[in-house]
């Protein structure tokens, strides 16, 4: 397939650099598509899957368009979860380097709302949130839109699944006629047929060729029984090692127990579902991103927003009700090219299932034998990192650079021992290795960050 540069775009040469320094070289099919049109102002509808490109192809086409010297809001981004917002935010934000006094900010749910009307004092050039809490805003006034120039949807059928139509409506209702209206969805349900032709005008359709990535997918799949089912997951796990998993479950009350299982069997795991407060949820996405935790055990609802980049194995521990959900679960592994592995346990009961997915994906599913699994039974999956977490964030002016200098620094770890860093308004999440993590509480706690003196401890 031949490539596109972004240099045959007419973008300013002070983006072009920083696109070039971020390792943005040739665009991506979706962006080779979107971006010409978004650039033009066109509205543009585009399937494309999370790792597709898509936040650099509307990101890039909204920075052209904002006028930093006008301080009003000029773009918004809705997202169907807090996840997904705070990963546009950051992408935003890398895109927007060579642009001087630009003010993106994130408004979700799950927030204080204190914090976010201060920010708001000065209105933002770009907001990036969920539709509850910019809805409450605009209700509240403290957000306004009369100056909107772009309004985005982001993975809009996932808003679709959770009910947010009537929040994405009401939220148009506050934004002028006059305006680009770009929307991205993975799947295209007839939902968004009518929410497309309700709120843009003669949009250019994208639709990116997948079938190239979907080969980079393996499914297997292995007949068990419900009772069998918990030692079956055991042993895959067991027998395929994954540095980082996801286990699909249907149900809240089957992912605790599942959780549990694997806890006492000395897996590393955590669990992911609704009944998580929104703390509890971002410290179990951080431990998992950031190779704290080896598997994942999840509900559908909960992983919404969910995107780790170099997942290997999905597993699917029951089958899901509809096929389209089940091609949204193994889609999380195998992205950009890379491999990646999909395992599903299937009582009798469930060939229904089966069988709908085989019509959905035109193919014959690919049945294994339970008697190729040879994990050893005491075979223990540890995770390589563990995480500390400092009460210290972006509202205290603290950067991943201060942390990082005050473990190569004074801790005296090297930079090999300190994995990722995550910052949020006013805690931060290091991943240290394991066998470094004492040694760096320690000295954190008795040392200082950018001179301030912040209360740390380890995630357990």
Same mark, same amino acid.
């Given at each position: 397939m031949s490539t596109v540069s972004f240099s045959s775009l007419p973008l300013p040469a002070e983006q072009l650099a920083n696109l070039n320094e971020l390792g943005y070289a040739e665009m991506t099919p979706v962006q080779a598509a979107a971006l010409p049109a978004i650039l033009k102002g066109q509205?543009?509808?585009?399937?494309?899957?999370?790792?597709?490109? @898509?936040?650099?192809? *509307?990101?890039?086409?909204?920075?052209?368009? +904002?006028?930093? !010297?006008?301080?009003? =809001?000029?773009?918004?981004?809705?997202?169907?979860?807090?996840?997904?917002?705070?990963?546009?935010s950051k992408e935003l934000r890398r895109l927007a380097r060579f642009t001087q006094n630009i003010k993106i900010l994130t408004l979700c749910g799950g927030q204080p709302v204190g914090p976010q009307l201060d920010s708001l004092v000065h209105a933002p050039h770009i907001v990036v949130g969920t539709p509850g809490r910019i809805q409450e805003h605009l209700r509240k006034k403290t957000l306004v839109l009369d100056d909107l120039k772009v309004l985005v949807l982001d993975e809009a059928d996932r808003m679709l699944d959770m009910g947010f139509v009537d929040d994405i409506d009401d939220v148009i209702g506050y934004t002028p006629a006059q305006r680009q209206t770009l929307l991205f969805s993975a799947t295209y349900p007839t939902g968004i047929e009518r929410i497309s032709a309700r709120?843009?005008?003669?949009?250019? /359709?994208?639709?990116?060729?997948?079938?190239?990535e979907q080969t980079t997918i393996e499914q297997r799949f292995y007949e068990t029984t419900r009772d069998q089912r918990p030692a079956l997951l055991v042993a895959v796990l067991r027998h395929y090692q994954p540095a980082s998993c996801v286990v699909f479950c249907n149900t809240k009350r089957d992912c605790q127990m599942v959780f549990?299982?694997?806890?006492?069997?000395?897996?590393?795991?955590?669990?992911?579902? !609704?009944?998580?407060?929104?703390?509890?949820?971002?410290?179990?996405?951080?431990? *998992?991103?950031?190779?704290?935790?080896?598997?994942?055990?999840?509900? /559908?609802?909960?992983?919404?927003?969910?995107? +780790? @980049?170099?997942?290997?194995?999905v597993v699917n521990y029951e089958l899901a009700f509809d096929p389209e959900v089940h091609v949204h679960r193994i889609g999380r592994t195998g992205r950009a090219g890379m491999n990646g592995l999909a395992i599903s346990l299937c009582a009798p009961q469930e060939m229904a299932r089966v069988h709908a997915i085989e019509d959905y994906l035109q193919m014959t599913v690919d049945w294994a034998s339970v008697a190729e699994l040879s994990g050893?039974?005491? =075979?223990?999956?540890?995770?390589?990192?563990?995480?500390?977490?400092?009460?210290?964030?972006? @509202?205290?002016k603290i950067r991943p650079g201060d942390i990082l200098g005050a473990l190569t620094g004074d801790a005296g770890l090297t930079a090999a021992e300190v994995g990722k860093i995550d910052m949020f308004p006013v805690h931060a999440y290091v991943a240290i290795r394991k066998a470094s993590a004492r040694k760096a509480l320690q000295q954190l706690q008795q040392g200082k960050i950018k001179g301030k003196s912040c209360k740390v401890r380890l995630l357990k």
């Open positions: 509205d543009v509808r585009a399937k494309a899957k999370t790792g597709s490109g @898509k936040t650099a192809a *509307f990101g890039i086409g909204l920075l052209d368009k +904002i006028n930093v !010297g006008h301080v009003a =809001t000029q773009a918004l981004i809705l997202c169907p979860t807090r996840e997904l917002a705070d990963q546009v709120v843009q005008r003669e949009p250019l /359709d994208v639709v990116v060729d997948e079938g190239e549990e299982a694997l806890e006492a069997r000395d897996i590393s795991v955590l669990a992911l579902h !609704g009944d998580l407060e929104q703390r509890d949820r971002d410290q179990v996405l951080v431990r *998992f991103a950031n190779r704290s935790c080896r598997v994942l055990v999840a509900t /559908d609802v909960a992983a919404r927003g969910l995107d +780790i @980049k170099e997942l290997e194995l050893a039974p005491n =075979t223990s999956l540890a995770a390589e990192m563990v995480t500390l977490c400092i009460d210290g964030g972006r @509202k205290a």
